[in-house]
């Protein structure tokens, strides 16, 4: 049997040294004609397979989907009245749901978990797939008291379905899994929390364990101290130690008060991103709030969206609904009068604030919130400008996205799904313009098929931070539904009226999401031109304070963000505050230093740097903050 590794090797291997050859070299599962299926249920009549292990994304969520499997029979041992629910592969490892009758697990009962897994692992217990009815299905798990599972076939349309044995365990499942639990090789469970039933808050309260597995310790053991740091790094633990911003129950979750500090970063963002597009041909508009319920019918919100947007209010008799997208106020703004072709392509820019009915259990500091400012800006465009429009996209993307530090990116199209709307020739020409211009920036990308939403194909740019972990970011979206349901039109050469391209284009995502992304990226350790406080003067007794005004004034006035520290507390300790606060530079002002009109410059992380007037202090900063490095 021919065997195609991930490498592009082609080896001759005899069928029954399959099972021994991909423990040895960590295969995990095998791919016949593009379709995953079980080592152990390779068709005897396939002469030709492929290998796949766990670098591939196919190959961890088998690996990390078999090992969650493993710890519901852990669990299932240690605790036998628990019921199992779904335990799928996620991102970054797995979870298990389960039904505890009120049970909470505690952190000695991961550990107990995680042994019982451990001891599951030593077994080596074949996973066997059987193919039943579904009615023997049913009496199997009622025999078992798997409610869950039995709510779940009964859903199944299919006359025929899968369950997998290891040991006495069994699970409804489709596979493919791992050929036996050996394969697994090291294991940690992270943490457990409340969930609810297909994510019902009005359903049964679960138990949620998460999970990850490696087939080494090493790699286990480097995905532990990554985490580590990630928790060092976390923005909401860095956004109180650093004032940043605050989200108040009395205020309402998923709400978020800009404090001081970071409002300044807010402010650099802001103004950045404006000059950026200004140059670039954006015209900035601003739109309301709220808008009319009728607005939203247009839309087609009130129809497709409306469980998450907020309960509308009335106003004169009249109902008003908050934005959760600020789409239908650009076309208001291009339909103000006749266009031209002459007058495209036409690029409207906002940071509009949004407002979405997130649910509770899903907010997550400034990563998911109710209230958002998005970096939003709609393109209006001939078919002959389109290509050149998404090139000057990606582009500014790149931009601005490497200005804020992000080097790496992972690049997905999404095409034309089943239902959609528009022409076959738009779409084909929106997919090819998408396509052009991410070849014409270099980029590499996937594509996602059938993945575009039913008004258009878009691009997605995750990016990758300091430790590797990827960021959706910037996206861009055609857009073949809103000017038709808003009856957009450019008046062409030849006297007709005709439909633009409309694009959609997100470049941070929201700002409130772009900001905790920044904060973990630089684990709170902002570039000098971005940092809430750059400078900190910091005199070291009362006789120095007079001549350390004057460098605070003299800094100040020439629009630097500085502070100064004139507290009677010891040199030492107001040293070790500004570094707490992660200012990126002080200045220690004494007797030597006053005498001699000159700064002792101290910078974060590195220590003293020297003694130098100034002007040459100022240098070094603008420096810095022209070329915007740390």
Known sequence: MKVKLPNGEVLEIERDELLKFARKNGYVVAKVDGRLVDLTLVPKDVDEIELLDFSSPEGREVYWHTTSHIMAQAVKELFPDVKVTIGPAIENGFYYDFDTQGRTFTPEDLKKIEKKMKEII???LPLRREELPKEKAIELFKKLGEDYKIEILNEIEDDKVSVYWQGDFVDLCRGPHLPSTGFVKAVKLLSSSSSYWRGDEHGPVLQRIYGISFPSKEELNEYLRKLEEAKKRDHRKLGRELDLYSINEDVGPGLV???PKGARIRMEIERFWIDEHIKRGYEPV??????RAKL????????????????PMKI??????VKPMNCPFHILIYKSKVRSYRDLPIRYAELGTVYRYERSGVLHGLLRVRGFTQDDAHIFARPDQVEDEIIGVIDLSLFI????????????????????????EMWELATNSLIKAVEKAGLEYKIDEGGGAFYGPKIDI???DALGRAWQCSTIQFDFNLPERFDVTYRDKDGKDKRPYMIHRALMGSLERFFGTLIEHYGGNFPVWLAPVQVKVLPITDQNIDYARQIFDNLFSRGYRVEIDTRSEKIGYKIREAEKQK?????IIGKEEQENGVVAVRKHGEGDIGKMKLDEFIAILDDLIKSKRR
């Open 286 to 291: 601003y739109t309301p709030h709220v808008g």
């Open 257 to 259: 008060l800009w404090h």
């Open 316 to 321: 004169e008799n009249d109902t008003y609904y």
């Open 401 to 424: 996205l490497k200005s804020f530090g992000f080097e790496d990116y992972e690049v997905y199209i999404s095409t034309k799904p089943e239902k959609y709307v528009g022409d076959d």
């Open 583 to 587: 200012v990126p530079f002080m200045l």
């Open 462 to 464: 995750k990016i990758k």
């Open 296 to 311: 939203w019918e247009i839309s087609g919100h009130l129809g497709f969206y409306q469980e998450n947007m907020f309960s």
């Open 122 to 124: 030593k077994r080596n």
